[in-house]
């Protein structure tokens, strides 16, 4: 009996996979539909006769572009995790004055629109000279990541037990190494994390690439798929088919890691 | 083995702040050297290996100066440059969209051609009104285009309309009904929510004998109800609200369509359609062409703290409106040349541009006759009572009045 | 570094002194000064003169107090906008929320290829929100969208999604909603593996049927995680702007205008910039914010107490 209901029950879990999904099939039916066939009515359902100049542009055009994406991606990561994790374990263990506020000042950060702080940006780096630089973008997009990679650690370092800590200080560790060779450790899921969201985040990012790296050889992917939405020519096969490449990393990594994602998201926002 | 990946994090960290102290010196961004020039323009369709990027960097090699092009997306490119003005790093040269000249040159951004001094003695005089505020002139014009109406023969002849016979707006409603009775699609257009809806709607608007001080005057209205009509009666698709120009051609090019409108940058795209397409003056309310309105870039000189650098800036300019490349851009733009014997050479090299020559040419400046620096809001609002009215949000009456108050109340809806 | 050796006994946390602690605060509060509060401040004195191009550029702008709150509270944008960026979040919430729990319960029943489907449900989450936005504009397309053709091949009329007032707010929310399922289906699910499944147990002992276990079992339990799934899902939801913004503009009109989308358009979307009335809008939309913010940390303590 239970098997039978188990088919049915896949069967539906399927069907309603291709519904959520439909969305990222027609985005790829899309890039390989010729131009003269893209804005007819009705639309192809299937792409007949496809054509692959899209990806072909995105293999000549856009390989600098997947660089500088993963460069800026792994680098605010790195930058993300060492604000936050030092951070977090201060918040968590040493109940530092102030701590509270803090705490707070870290929920209300996360809910400045992220057009504000681009203009904000724009503006400093116009003075220091952070534009069309990939550091500059790197500051910029950990912004994204940085309140939540705090309240993750905090949450993720609250459940790492005193008796390891003293028994690390009885052995004479200062506070530093304490957590460097202890607690950082103890809590690598909340780096894994913490990495990977601020690495999706920052692949995904296009208000700050736009603002700030506009122009100049460091453009992320997101970028790349915004140059071809020219002033007077749109060229939607290169831009859908760099979508399609542009999301394989994020799909993978997100498929691949989708554990600490869980855990991640729910041990930044239930402390328990 | 945890212990030595969060060395490695951190390892890596410290490799980052390390590098981004070692960038942050000066020349990053290309405005340390004396000899390091800026250069903006709206053309980001062009990439570091185009025909345009290398005659920029040409005329800069031939001023003596290293210039670093950057291509900015059109719609903020005026944010962009009122910012950096604001921080004194103002590009040395900026190439701008034509009505927003005047707006920077308010803002005291821009320095006179006259101050440079470029010679502006054989450009037309209706691209230079644009660039024109108080009677000071502050733009080159590098190019210039507008609109016509494109149509497909093939459909055109199923439905037995002779382009040639269309004179004026009665004319052409009735071409749209035969082609929509054929089951072909009447015509395409672009009323999006920006200046590209503005630009679309103004040869109609103007062909009526509207004025754009009084934006709910009845012959404004006449050419908005015009448009509603279309859409009513299922001549033009309802997507025409949401169309840039760009997505309205891409309509044309499935071929169902009559006509579309659309403009001069389209005609590389429409020989390579493989459509048998004509092109035919956009008609007036009660006959004759309609006056469209100038489109094109402006070469401006923003003001900089340093004037000695003025100097090369001028040499860049000048390098870039001399005949030879001037043509070479408007060749590659899909442009007319804003210089009348120019236009003689193109018309004999590429003959299908010759209507485009003749609209140019009857074309306004859109901030002309001293509307100047209050033409954003104007546009502003008539694009927003445009998209109004065909949504069906309001009526054209109504749209439009309100739009009307908007303008004279400053502030926007 | 070093700090006295505990002597106080296991129930402290941490022996050393309390501002030694700020060592390891200092690179976060250095980076929250230097890249939120400046923004911030910079925004707030933007909102607070009357600028035009030429004063903007000569940073003289006369200071106006609150004029262009004044301007855009009293402007005939405001209530549309604000009622739209209500109606957006609150419904981008209730159902991102609502699918995403029966999603979650529904794979919470381990079928075959169950651990493999959810997986793929995540995907859409995490595409560039560029990506999907455009995605969705190419569907909802009056002409040659899917969706149209669709509804015409069921023999219904076709929508105008994006270019008709009644349709685009929906249209937009239609996106957002399909963006946060993922969101709410992880939330969620990991929330339902929390509850010990013997709970289930003795109450099926009890005879009750699946309907009744849900909401006396499940719901409560999952009390915590919604609230915080709700909550998170609001300020991410209440500064959406990129895909509005890629799929109507807020238009027609102002449809699908939201005080996110219509600071951008103050600020950067028009050929004339208008800083002041653009940084107040987004100030309000902080403040907005800043409101739930509180209520957020209220919820937490109240669960940390509980």
């Known amino acids: 009996m239970s098997t039978r209901r188990q088919w049915w029950k896949t069967a539906l879990g399927v069907v309603l996979t291709a519904l959520m999904l439909f969305p990222i099939y027609w985005m790829i039916n899309v890039s390989l539909t010729p131009g003269e066939r893209m804005r007819q009515t009705p639309p192809d359902w299937f792409p007949t006769s496809p054509t692959f100049e899209g990806y072909a542009a995105v293999l000549r055009d856009q390989l600098p572009a997947l660089g500088t994406s993963l460069l800026v991606g792994v680098c605010t990561a790195a930058l993300t995790v060492a604000v936050a994790a030092p951070a977090g374990f201060a918040l968590a263990k040493l109940s530092p004055l102030g701590g509270g506020p803090l705490h707070f000042v870290l929920v209300i950060a996360q809910m400045i629109p992220g057009i504000i702080m681009a203009m904000g940006f724009y503006s400093l780096y116009l003075s220091v000279g952070g534009l069309d630089t990939w550091w500059g973008l790197v500051i910029a997009d950990s912004t994204l990541a940085v309140p939540f990679g705090a309240l993750v650690f905090t949450a993720f370092m609250s459940a790492v037990p005193d008796e390891i800590i003293q028994a690390a200080r009885i052995d004479g560790a200062g506070l530093w190494r304490t957590f460097r060779s202890v607690v950082l450790p103890a809590s690598r899921n909340a780096v894994v994390t913490v990495s990977l969201f601020a690495f999706l985040w920052a692949w995904s990012d296009f208000v700050f690439a736009n603002t700030l790296n506009g122009s100049g050889d460091v453009r992320p992917i997101t970028l790349g798929i915004y140059r071809y939405i020219g002033n007077n020519d749109q060229d939607w096969n290169s831009i859908m088919a760099t979508a399609v490449v542009a999301s394989v990393p994020a799909a993978v990594l997100l498929v691949v890691a989708q554990r600490y994602v869980a855990a991640g998201v729910t041990a930044g926002a239930v402390k328990d | 083995m945890t212990g030595a990946r969060a060395r490695r994090v951190l390892t890596a960290t410290a490799l980052v702040l390390g590098l981004a102290a070692a960038c942050s010196g000066p020349g990053a961004d290309g405005r340390g050297g004396e000899r390091d020039y800026r250069f903006w323009d709206p053309y980001t369709q062009f990439g570091d290996d185009s025909e345009w990027a290398a005659l920029v960097a040409d005329c800069g090699r031939r001023a003596g100066v290293s210039l670093h092009r950057t291509g900015y997306d059109g719609s903020d ?228 703290e340093d004037p000695r650098r003025y100097e090369r800036s001028r040499a860049i300019v000048e390098c870039l409106v001399s005949d030879d490349n001037l043509l070479t851009t408007d060749t590659v733009l899909s442009y007319v040349a804003p210089v009348e014997a120019l236009t003689a050479r193109q018309r004999a090299e590429d003959p299908e541009l010759s209507p485009w020559i003749s609209a140019v040419r009857e074309a306004r400046g859109r901030t002309a006759n001293d509307l100047g620096t209050r033409y954003p809001l104007i546009s502003e609002n008539l694009w927003t009572a445009v998209g109004n009215a065909l949504s069906g949000a309001e009526t054209p009456q109504d749209a439009l009045a309100f739009a009307q108050e908007a303008v004279t109340s400053d502030f926007g809806r | 570094m070093t700090t006295a050796p505990n002597r106080s006994g296991p129930r402290r946390r941490w022996p050393s002194p309390r501002t030694t602690a700020w060592g390891f605060l200092a690179p976060l509060v250095v980076y929250l000064v230097a ?166 147990e003795a109450a099926a002992l009890d005879g009750a049927g699946g309907w009744q276990r849900f909401w006396r079992i499940t719901m409560p339990l999952l009390r915590p995680v919604s609230a ?57 939309l902080i403040l907005i914010a800043l409101f739930f913010g509180v209520i957020h940390i209220r919820v937490q303590r109240r669960q940390e107490a509980a």
């Open chain 2, 77 to 304: 490119l005026t944010t962009r440059a009122i910012l950096a003005g604001q921080q004194g790093s103002s590009p040395d040269v900026l190439v701008l969209d034509n009505p927003v000249v005047t707006t920077l040159a308010e803002g005291e951004l821009l320095l006179p051609v006259d101050e440079l001094p470029v010679d502006l003695g054989d450009f037309e005089e209706n691209l230079l009104e644009s660039g024109e505020l108080d009677g000071t002139r502050y733009g080159v014009p590098i190019g210039a285009n507008t609109l016509a109406l494109y149509y497909n023969a093939d459909v055109l002849a199923d439905a037995e309309v002779d382009p040639a016979a269309i004179h004026d707006w009665a004319d052409l409603s009735a071409a749209l009904t035969e082609i929509s009775a054929k089951g072909h699609r009447g015509i395409t257009f672009a009323a999006i929510g920006n200046e590209e809806g503005t630009y679309q709607f103004l040869p109609w608007f103007w062909g009526s004998g509207a004025d754009l001080e009084e934006l709910d005057s009845p012959a404004a209205v006449a050419a908005l109800r015009l448009w509603k009509g279309w859409l009513d009666a299922d001549l033009a698709p309802n997507s025409v609200i949401n169309n840039n120009q760009t997505t309205s051609w891409q309509e044309f090019e499935t071929g169902t369509y009559g006509f579309a409108l659309n403009g001069t940058w389209q005609l590389a795209n429409a020989r390579a359609s493989g459509i048998d397409f004509g092109v035919i003056p956009i008609p007036s309310r009660h006959g004759g062409p309609a006056p469209g309105a100038a489109g094109g870039e402006m070469v401006t000189v923003p003001v900089q």
């Open chain 3, 228 to 284: 915080i799934t709700l909550l998170l899902g609001l300020v991410y939801t209440l500064k959406v702007f990129d895909i509005i913004w890629i799929m109507t503009q807020g238009g027609p009109g102002n449809s699908s205008t939201t005080l996110a989308t219509w600071s951008y358009e103050l600020g950067f979307g028009s050929l004339l910039p208008r800083f002041g009335p653009g940084a107040a809008v987004g100030n309000l």
């Open chain 3, 35 to 200: 890249f939120y509060l400046y923004p911030l401040l910079r925004n707030l004195d933007l909102s607070l003169r009357d600028h035009t191009v030429r004063s903007f550029v000569r940073n003289d702008a006369p200071f106006v107090w609150l004029d262009n709150y004044v301007r855009v509270v009293t402007s005939a944008a405001f209530a549309p906008a604000l009622w739209n960026t209500l109606v957006f979040t609150a419904l981008s919430l209730v159902f991102q929320y609502g699918i995403g729990l029966a999603l979650a319960v529904f794979f919470h029943q381990h079928f075959r290829l169950s651990v493999p489907l959810r997986a793929l449900f995540l995907v859409p989450w995490l595409l560039p929100l560029i990506v999907s936005a455009s995605t969705w504009s190419w569907m909802l397309n009056s002409e040659s969208g899917v969706v149209n053709s669709v509804l015409t091949a069921f023999g219904a009329d076709p929508v105008n999604w994006l270019t008709s007032p009644q349709y685009s707010l929906l249209a937009v929310l239609v996106a957002n909603i399909w963006i946060g399922i993922p969101f709410n289906l992880v939330l969620l699910y990991s929330g339902l593996r929390n509850i010990p499944p013997r709970l289930h």
